[in-house]
């Protein structure tokens, strides 16, 4: 029994030789292993991370958007749609990759490209120090390159999958009219926005009412445009609120599957309503003191027309207005009847539809009211008109009359002359005035003439007459004589 012991025994421990020979690696060998261990540790780490991370297996808000605005432009481009539908998945990838949106695709760089590159040179380097593939730790790496490569297939699906869900979830071609329609909201709550803006603005002035005399000047504090900004987001509000509501009722299903989507309507439509809540909760504020402003100014003009017997200054203003109005019939004017008007005029730019009819009556009347004691005054004054007397006793008068006469026949083609009225000596100026010219040179101009002023009357009617007032200037100095148009008041014929 002791040979076979030993014999047996000489088998066991040559064949531990011959196992440490195999298993036994070269100094190169071994430090390829090892540097190519520690690198296959890395790679796994990062993996893990990206895997807790979810920057693989998610789609993130920003590329979210990315996909729709892609989606949106094939949607508005049926040609470069059809062009995109019949490439291949790695063109489609590369397209996609200009606009920034990664899709991964066979034979496309994406975020795993790196690794599988770094996996390869797990393989190559240790091929190129020959380190024996059937060594078992060298087996036991080359697993793990392999398992890495499988989870990187199986993620890289997963991202693949990811994308497309989430080009799914933002495709508009259901819902072409979305982007339109959230332009389209965005506006309306611009356009309430201002309104609002300018409702505090006008409410701002409820204090600065003047005194009754004076006119409420509605625009040294706020601006046309402010004041029909409020005007139009008041007449539409109502309008605007039921195309929002109609719309987030309409893109239920999308925002349910776009988070993309969602948020913008969301964003849209709820600064809509607290915006809408705000403006008419404020606006009525601001429509009473359009209203004081109107009201106001229509008790200013009231007062213009028809003011206390004590108040002088006031007195002379009206008759001042009315004489104007009277004597230079639809000439524009800066007076306080024109100025008080203009502000009313200016409040109801503002006032929104519902109410302003009513306003819009307190202007008709106070213009019937200026109309009228414009009327009454005239009537007044022509009542009063007489011709002026015949008082020139020069040798010219004559002459001077037959120019009158002839001027007025040429003015008035047909005038029926009554009479003319040469009422007043010649009046003559001489002066000699001193010119500066922009270079500071100096220089005298002199100054001779003398001018004069006849009446002729016209018969207009039965009842009516009219004078013309015919001035006459002759120029010394020139040697020229002009005569001119200078007004006409009516008159009754009875007082010819």
């Known amino acids: 029994m002791r040979p076979f012991v030993f014999v047996v025994l000489a088998c066991l421990l040559s064949f531990g030789t011959i196992v440490e020979a195999q298993t036994r690696l070269l100094y190169p060998q071994e430090q390829a292993l090892k540097r190519q261990t520690m690198n296959m540790n890395e790679i796994e780490r990062e993996l893990d991370k990206q895997a807790q991370q979810g920057a693989n297996a998610a789609m993130n808000a920003a590329q979210e958007m990315?996909?729709?605005?892609?989606?949106?432009?094939?949607?508005?481009d049926p040609n470069l749609k059809a062009q995109f539908d019949a490439a291949t998945a790695e063109q489609q990838a590369a397209f996609m990759l200009q606009f920034g949106i990664v899709k991964p695709a066979?034979?496309?760089g994406d975020q795993f490209s790196f690794l599988i590159q770094r996996l390869d040179g797990i393989i190559g380097d240790l091929e190129k120090s020959n380190v024996p593939s059937d060594h078992p730790d060298v087996a036991a790496l080359l697993g793990r390159v392999e398992a890495a490569k499988a989870r990187i297939s199986q993620l890289q699906q997963q991202s693949e999958s990811?994308?497309?869900?989430?080009?799914?979830?933002?495709?508009?071609?259901?819902?072409p009219d979305f982007t339109k329609n959230l332009e389209t909201a965005t506006k309306h709550a611009y356009a309430i926005r201002d309104a609002l803006l300018a409702s505090r603005k006008i409410a701002a002035l409820a204090n600065q009412q003047p005194g009754r005399k004076d006119s409420w000047l509605l625009e040294n504090q706020i601006n046309g445009y402010e004041l029909a900004r409020f005007k139009d987001g008041n007449d539409k509000l109502s309008v605007f609120e039921n195309e929002v509501n109609r719309w987030t009722?309409?893109?239920?299903?999308?925002?349910?599957r776009s988070q993309i989507y969602k948020g913008q309507w969301q964003e849209v439509s709820t600064a809509f309503a607290q915006i809408a809540a705000a403006l008419r909760s404020e606006s009525a504020q601001a429509t009473q003191v359009l209203s004081k402003v109107i009201d106001?100014?229509?008790?200013?003009?009231?007062?213009?027309?028809?003011?206390?017997?004590?108040?002088?200054?006031?007195?002379?203003?009206?008759?001042?207005?009315?004489?104007?109005r009277v004597r230079?019939?639809?000439?524009?004017?800066?007076?306080g009847l024109s100025q008080a008007r203009s502000n009313i005029e200016l409040a109801l730019s503002g006032f929104p539809i519902n109410g302003g009819t009513r306003q819009k009556v307190k202007l008709e009347a106070a213009d019937a009211a200026v109309d009228e004691a414009v009327a009454v005054y005239a009537r007044s004054l022509m009542a009063d008109q007489r011709m002026p007397s015949d008082g020139y006793e020069g040798d010219d008068r004559d002459e001077l009359s037959d120019k009158a006469i002839n001027f007025v026949k040429d003015l008035y083609a047909g005038a029926d002359i009554h009479s003319v009225a040469v009422c007043c000596d010649w009046e003559n100026?001489?002066?000699?005035?001193?010119?500066?010219?922009?270079?500071?040179?100096?220089?005298?101009?002199?100054?001779?003439?003398r001018k004069m002023q006849i009446a002729v009357a016209v018969i207009?009617?039965?009842?009516?007459?009219?004078?013309?007032?015919?001035?006459?200037?002759?120029?010394?100095?020139?040697?020229?004589?002009?005569i001119e148009f200078l007004g006409e008041r009516p008159m009754l014929r009875k007082n010819l």
């Open 66 to 76: 990315l996909i729709a605005q892609f989606n949106q432009m094939l949607a508005n």
């Open 106 to 108: 066979a034979g496309q």
């Open 162 to 175: 990811k994308t497309e869900q989430a080009q799914a979830a933002n495709d508009l071609s259901d819902y």
């Open 249 to 256: 009722s309409k893109y239920q299903p999308l925002m349910a």
């Open 296 to 324: 106001h100014n229509v008790g200013v003009i009231n007062y213009i027309l028809s003011p206390d017997e004590n108040d002088a200054t006031f007195q002379r203003m009206s008759k001042a207005m009315l004489l104007d």
């Open 328 to 335: 230079n019939p639809g000439r524009g004017r800066l007076d």
């Open 429 to 449: 100026v001489k002066y000699v005035e001193e010119i500066v010219e922009p270079d500071g040179r100096k220089w005298e101009q002199p100054h001779d003439y």
């Open 460 to 482: 207009e009617n039965d009842t009516e007459a009219k004078m013309i007032v015919v001035g006459v200037l002759q120029n010394f100095i020139s040697n020229e004589e002009l």
